[in-house]
């Protein structure tokens, strides 16, 4: 079946910067999305990344590596506000516009 | 506005009752979703809406129904509901259904059935 496999938790310090990694076993997908979900909140959308690379947007950046079956989120400057857990998540090919989610990280930014 | 809002925020019901969850967005949106969370756990999607049809269903037990009365408008009916469908009801909602499209989510209503 498709997976998307992400550590199960993460703690940094503020001001650090954190990589939250996706591994994915999946035929086929359009692109890689990442989800910010606060506890009691919505998931928020933060980044999408359609071909390999690099996307950028403020603090966050995503990465993609098709060939590689590998994608992450980077934070940077990380702040207090930032605690919350992380969801990779892919439309796989076929499936219109269903989003299927990654196991999630729960990032924690200490003092 | 970017906003979607769903109604009532908690609800308790017991296996007996019949009751409904709403969702509003004024995005213009022509996709709305359905998606069930359990704690610590992703949100999985139940349904699809596309153009007011319903395009995806998950094999969702019928004790769940769904109703899009208008493009702005979303309902989830729940009817003699098992104790493990307590959970977080997220609602979603996007610009056309297409798959590269963001998802703008609504902050759910949280259900325990008792």
């Known amino acids: 079946g498709q997976s998307l496999e992400q550590p199960s938790e993460v703690t940094a310090v503020e001001g650090a910067i954190v990589q939250i990694n996706c591994t994915y076993q999946?035929?086929?997908?359009?692109?890689l999305s990442w989800y910010q979900q606060h506890d009691g909140g919505a998931p928020t959308f933060l980044s999408y990344?359609?071909?390999?690379g690099l996307e950028e947007t403020g603090r966050f950046s995503s990465f993609l590596s098709r060939s590689d079956s590998y994608g992450y989120l980077l934070l940077q400057e990380l702040q207090m506000k930032d605690s919350a857990s992380y969801f990779c998540?892919?439309?796989?090919?076929?499936?219109?516009?269903?989003?299927?989610f990654g196991t999630g990280t729960r990032l924690q930014v200490t003092l | 506005d970017t906003e979607v809002t769903q109604t009532p925020k908690h609800l308790v019901m017991g296996m007996t009752n019949k009751k409904s969850l709403k969702c509003e967005q004024h995005?213009?949106?022509?996709?709305m979703y359905w998606y069930k969370q359990k704690a610590k756990k992703p949100p999985e999607l139940m349904f699809v809406?596309?153009?007011?049809?319903?395009?995806i269903n998950e094999s969702v037990p019928s004790r769940f129904s769904p109703e899009c009365p208008n493009s702005s408008l979303l309902n989830l009916h729940l009817h003699a509901l098992q104790p493990e469908d307590s959970a977080l009801y997220l609602c979603?909602?996007?610009?056309?259904?297409?798959?590269?499209?963001?998802?703008?989510f609504g902050p759910g209503t949280r259900l325990l059935v008792l």
């Open positions: 999946t035929s086929g997908f359009y692109g």
């Open positions: 995005m213009g949106h022509r996709a």
């Open positions: 979603a909602s996007s610009y056309q259904g297409s798959p590269q499209e963001t998802q703008y």
């Open positions: 809406y596309s153009y007011e049809k319903l395009s």
């Open positions: 990344n359609a071909l390999d």
């Open positions: 998540a892919v439309t796989l090919t076929g499936t219109a516009s269903k989003l299927t």
